[in-house]
Structures are given as C-alpha cells and as structure tokens.
T-cell receptor, first 115, second 113 residues
Framework: DTAVSQTPKYLVTQMGNDKSIKCEQNLGHDTMYWYKQDSKKFLKIMFS???????INETVPNRFSPKSPDKAHLNLHINSLELGDSAVYFC??????????????FGPGTRLLVL | QKEVEQDPGPLSVPEGAIVSLNCTYS??????FMWYRQYSRKGPELLMY????GNKEDGRFTAQVDKSSKYISLFIRDSQPSDSATYLC?????????????FGKGTKLSVKP
C-alpha cells in the first residue's frame, strides 16, 4: 500500500480555473504538508497542518488553501490559477511537526501545468 | 542570503568514485539535519538523518554536521549508477513553524558506468 498518495498525477488546465489536488496518508501521522517544487527543483513548504494548527508560509498567495476533512487527508485548493503556479506539488506527512526533525514521507507529486 | 545554500550541480562522476555533497546554512536554530534523495519524477525520500553536530554512517553513506561552521556534508563511497538522483539537504529547528523543513535547492548527481 502506498504510504502517501496524491491525485491526480498530472493536471493541465487553463489560467483562471479553480482546481484541487487530493492527498491521503495511511501512516497514522498527525501532521501533513504541502510543498511546491519549481522548474529548478527548489522544494519550498507551503503549509503544514495538524489537528491543532495550520502554519502558512507567508509567501503563499491566498488563492491557495488547504482543506482537511480528517487526519488522513489534506487537500489543496487553488483558485484563479496563474501561469506561475505551474510546478510539481508534493504532499508529505510526519508523525508530529511539534517535535522537530521528524521524518517526512512524500507522495509521488502532482505535475500542474497552467496554460 | 538564503537560509540554506546548496550547489545545484550537475555533478557527474564515474562509477566507484567518492562523492561529496555540501550545504551551508545561516539559521543557528537549526538542530536537525537531513539528506533526502529524489529520483526523477518521484517524491523525495529520507536518506540520512543527524541531530546536532557529528558524523553518522550508514553503509556507503556518511553524513557530517559542523554546527560551528554551519556546514553539512554527505559523502557517498563507491558510487553506483543507481545513486544517480538529486540530493536535497534539509534542516529544521524544534517545534511549531521551526519544525518545518527548509530544503536546499538540491544537487543533481549522475554516476556513469
């Protein structure tokens, strides 16, 4: 069984559209994350979330919003997509962000292309 | 100055070579230091983990942390073509937002048979 899964794997869409990416982890972890990896492979955290706290990277536009229906899922909603949103988006999970240094397990990524 | 600096390469070496990958950082609060390996079109996976200063060895891989110099290294001995991947250093502090990982840009390594 895949520990961290994401859907879809590929997403091609037009500017201005709204889209969602889903993430599920079956590791029983308390904390989930969304990362953006740009064309230069730079991996940057967007959000970390557990059932107590959402930590937002201040550079993330408010067009991006995480939604967590339960502890095992953290979906990413993106409104009014822009060309610069094209990237690979990775979901990850760890036992507990509060302890620091927790091993993070990454999903396979969702390749988003905005035309 | 970025929090974590890593030479993106690419780095190409012959099979069997010793590879040295490095990162520098500026945030003194970092206590946890990791190396992730990312194969093409895959998610990163944890390779090595070190807390505070010191060395850690795991098979052909050795991670070193020098907190006084704010410098971390990953050494790969007897490199294999299967080691060809992008290597990302990552580090974090303790607790809350400080617990979030900050990644370097990654170094792309190619090991030629």
């Amino acid at each position: 069984d895949t520990a961290v899964s994401q859907t879809p794997k590929y997403l091609v869409t037009q500017m201005g559209n709204d889209k969602s990416i889903k993430c599920e982890q079956n590791l029983g972890h308390d904390t989930m994350y969304w990362y953006k990896q740009d064309s230069k492979k730079f991996l940057k955290i967007m959000f970390s979330y557990n059932n107590k706290e959402l930590i937002i990277n201040e550079t993330v536009p408010n067009r991006f919003s995480p939604k967590s229906p339960d502890k095992a899922h953290l979906n990413l909603h993106i409104n009014s997509l822009e060309l610069g949103d094209s990237a690979v988006y990775f979901c990850a999970s760890s036992q507990d962000v509060d302890r620091g240094g927790e091993t993070q397990y990454f999903g396979p990524g969702t390749r988003l292309l905005v035309l | 100055q970025k929090e974590v600096e890593q030479d993106p390469g690419p780095l190409s070496v012959p099979e069997g070579a010793i590879v040295s990958l490095n990162c520098t950082y500026s945030n003194s609060a970092f206590q946890y230091f990791m190396w992730y390996r990312q194969y093409s079109r895959k998610g990163p996976e944890l390779l090595m983990y070190t807390y505070s200063s010191g060395n850690k060895e795991d098979g052909r891989f050795t991670a070193q942390v020098d907190k006084s110099s704010k410098y971390i290294s990953l050494f790969i001995r007897d490199s294999q073509p299967s080691d060809s991947a992008t290597y990302l250093c990552a580090m974090s502090g303790y607790g809350g937002s400080q617990g979030n990982l900050i990644f370097g840009k990654g170094t792309k390594l190619s090991v030629k048979p």
